[in-house]
């Protein structure tokens, strides 16, 4: 039997982020990781890094279905924001192929629903 995953806690994604970031965009940053993530089951950490190319940041999500890794072109001040609207995208994204996968026929056009 397979073990079943909890919804997360609050506590379950832990953001890490650069000592050198302001406070306030930490938390903003947390904040808008928790909210996009709040219904999603298992433990989560995401890393936040500058990249070796200047303005863009490395972003890493580790959990349940492996290691996500993107690259963006940002300020820190918009952080927060950018990284809530990847997060979402993937989710939205990742619940599609889940879905297409899962339930086939629930996404068949009427003319090719499955014959008995």
Request: proline share 7%; charged share 25%; aromatic share 6%.
């Amino acid at each position: 039997m397979s073990p079943v995953l909890p919804f997360r806690s609050p506590t379950d994604v832990v953001v890490d982020l650069p000592d050198d970031i302001p406070s306030g965009i930490t938390n903003a940053i947390t904040r808008a990781v928790n909210r996009v993530m709040h219904h999603i089951a298992g433990v989560w950490r995401m890393t936040v890094r500058r990249s070796t190319e200047r303005g863009r940041w490395r972003i890493e999500l580790s959990g349940a279905t492996g290691r996500h890794v993107w690259t963006i072109a940002s300020r820190s001040e918009d952080l927060a924001e950018l990284i809530a609207d990847k997060l979402r995208s993937y989710i939205e994204a990742a619940t599609a192929r889940f879905q297409s996968r899962t339930f086939p026929a629930l996404n068949a056009a009427p003319d090719q629903s499955p014959r008995r």
